[in-house]
């Protein structure tokens, strides 16, 4: 099959960006890309935090996942789990165990005692934090976390 030599030299004016360019990379950081693994899903309930240095405060479970939980409270949570932080941004993961009633109606309630790891630290209010934490073990709940993470997947 010959080709049309007048109809290739006029593609050969078109500019073809290659993929990779820093154009391309700031129009996608633009986008919301979920890059986490395992859904979130939005909560409300209780716990109680305590560190590796024996301190324990109140918390509030905002929304958790498979792998992970996201806390949130005042600075004494910060104190109290983060001792002698002084960038949010830059923290070390710090190990947390948490221990909170599953608010999955059973009777009697379902009890979870969990290892963390702190993945990120950061203001949501002027006098509010958040500290997005990573599951890393189950002392007591394991098999009520997981049914109650697939209920709520159920629901969604």
């Not at 593609?11 to 700031?26: I, K, Q």
């Not at 498979?66 to 806390?71: A, E, M, N, Y």
Request: include cysteine; charged fraction near 25%.
């Amino acid at each position: 099959m010959a080709t049309d030599s007048k109809l290739s030299d006029r593609y050969n004016d078109f500019s073809l960006e290659p993929l990779n360019t820093p154009h391309r990379r700031r129009v996608e950081s633009t986008i919301l890309v979920e890059l986490r693994r395992h859904p979130r899903f939005d909560t409300r309930f209780p716990a109680r935090a305590h560190a590796a240095s024996g301190a324990a405060v109140d918390v509030l479970i905002t929304n958790i996942s498979q792998s992970g939980i996201r806390l949130e409270g005042d600075l004494e949570m910060i104190h109290a789990l983060l001792p002698g932080l002084e960038h949010l941004d830059r923290h070390a993961p710090t190990p947390v165990q948490l221990a909170f009633v599953l608010p999955d109606g059973s009777a009697p309630p379902t009890g979870v005692k969990m290892c963390c790891q702190t993945v990120y630290v950061r203001p949501s209010g002027e006098e509010n934090f958040q500290i997005g934490m990573m599951i890393t073990a189950f002392d007591e709940g394991r098999n009520a976390y997981a049914g109650y993470i697939l209920k709520r997947q159920a629901e969604s």
